[in-house]
């Protein structure tokens, strides 16, 4: 018999997007840590692109187990992804019931539970290196969640 020898595939940036993905959608924090590197940045662009600076690693795991907590019943579709080798773009549709403050790092000041369901859409550009997600920059559409939660100005 031949020495054969096998290669171990190295996971694709879709493969790794889609276990936080999959993390995301069972609200699964830890999973989605774990998929992420130390210098991790979550830019969640929902107000002013240039004034609010992206979320450091910290604020980002403050940010998910606040989300999770506002809307404990949720569904977050994959409506379209486009991959390379160092970024991967996911289109989604995000639907949850609003059961817990949106406090922050997510909203200062903090918006009360309201009880009302929600659906948004939005696209989350993933930047990969070295087998861990750098950065998720997140478009939501904001205008879309006040109306759905009846928020006034």
């Known amino acids: 018999m031949a020495d054969q020898k096998f ?4 996971p694709t940036s879709m493969d790794l997007i889609a276990e936080y993905i999959h993390a995301l959608t ?3 924090f830890v999973a989605m ?4 590197s130390e210098s991790f940045e979550l830019d969640w662009v929902h107000a002013d692109a240039f004034a609010d600076a ?4 910290a604020q980002a795991n403050q940010f998910w187990p606040v989300w999770f907590a506002a809307f404990s019943e949720m569904d ?8 390379a080798e160092q970024v991967v773009v996911v289109q989604w549709v995000f639907r949850g019931t609003h059961a817990a403050p949106l406090a922050p790092p997510v909203f ?3 918006l009360e539970a309201t009880g009302k369901t929600i659906r948004i859409r939005g696209i989350s550009v993933f930047d990969i290196a ?3 997600i750098q950065r998720e920059s997140m478009y939501i559409d904001l205008a ?10």
């Open 108 to 110: 200062d000041p903090p």
């Open 144 to 153: 879309t969640l006040w109306v759905e939660l009846g928020v006034t100005p």
């Open 7 to 10: 290669e171990v595939q190295k």
């Open 54 to 57: 992206p979320l450091t690693h």
């Open 76 to 83: 977050y579709e994959v409506t379209r992804t486009i991959a």
């Open 33 to 36: 840590q774990a998929l992420r």
């Open 26 to 28: 069972h609200a699964d």
């Open 130 to 132: 070295a087998d861990r």
